[in-house]
T-cell receptor, first 117, second 114 residues
């Protein structure tokens, strides 16, 4: 079955440590996205990538980094510079501009809940 | 730039009652609109989308939404709520040309009581 996987489901880290969240998709989508979700704030876009080896900052990129070396993978690193890293992180993918015309509805993974103490 | 406003962070209904979740959009031209549902500790699932083909859009699980340009609204409805509908619902908007990201509302939590 096609879909998006995120691992692990729950992640615990000590303050000051970098941590990398995994996101893999087998939908053959060009575009991938990372969101942060906090209670009452909806989804906020961290980074997105329209194509391999290219990515753009979203609305809250400070303290995060990404890479897009393969079409299927878009890992997110939460660095020690992120002041409030505890949150629920969601990865999504969609067809991109090269794959067809909009709308580019997004398909989501199950999320990773990160707790930093 | 597009944006959406979801009125009401929480909506409570009784099982069997009408569900109405409100979404108003802001856009200089009619955009594409989406409704997603999120169950606790899970990702988002697409319920339905508006792409200008028809103003009344039917989705999964008995939900539907009507695009009203004059009211800049895209409210989500279901005639009869089930306990399993309890979840958080997000409205989202995107532009219609070129590569477009989705812009999400802040969500509405639907509570269903027996």
């Amino acid at each position: 079955d096609g879909g998006i996987t995120q691992s692990p489901k729950y992640l615990f880290r000590k303050e000051g440590q970098n941590v990398t969240l995994s996101c893999e998709q087998n939908l053959n989508h060009d575009a991938m996205y990372w969101y942060r979700q906090d209670p009452g704030q909806g989804l906020r876009l961290i980074y997105y990538s329209q194509i391999v080896n290219d990515f753009q900052k979203g609305d809250i990129a400070e303290g995060y980094s990404v890479s897009r070396e393969k079409k299927e993978s878009f890992p997110l690193t939460v660095t020690s510079a992120q002041k409030n890293p505890t949150a629920f992180y969601l990865c999504a993918s969609s067809i991109g501009h090269a794959g067809g015309r909009p709308p580019y509805e997004q398909y989501f993974g199950p999320g990773t809940r990160l707790t930093v103490t | 730039a597009q944006s959406v406003t979801q009125l009401g962070s929480h909506v409570s209904v009784s099982e069997g009652a009408l569900v109405l979740l409100r979404c108003n959009y802001s856009s200089s031209v009619p955009p594409y609109l989406f409704w997603y549902v999120q169950y606790p500790n899970q990702g988002l699932q697409l319920l339905l989308k508006y792409t200008s083909a028809a103003t009344l859009v039917k989705g999964i699980n008995g939900f539907e939404a009507e695009f009203k340009k004059s009211e800049t609204s895209f409210h989500l409805t279901k005639p009869s709520a089930h306990m399993s509908d309890a979840a958080e619902y997000f409205c989202a908007v995107s532009g219609i040309q070129g590569f477009q990201k989705l812009v999400f509302g802040t969500g509405t939590r639907l509570l269903v009581s027996p």
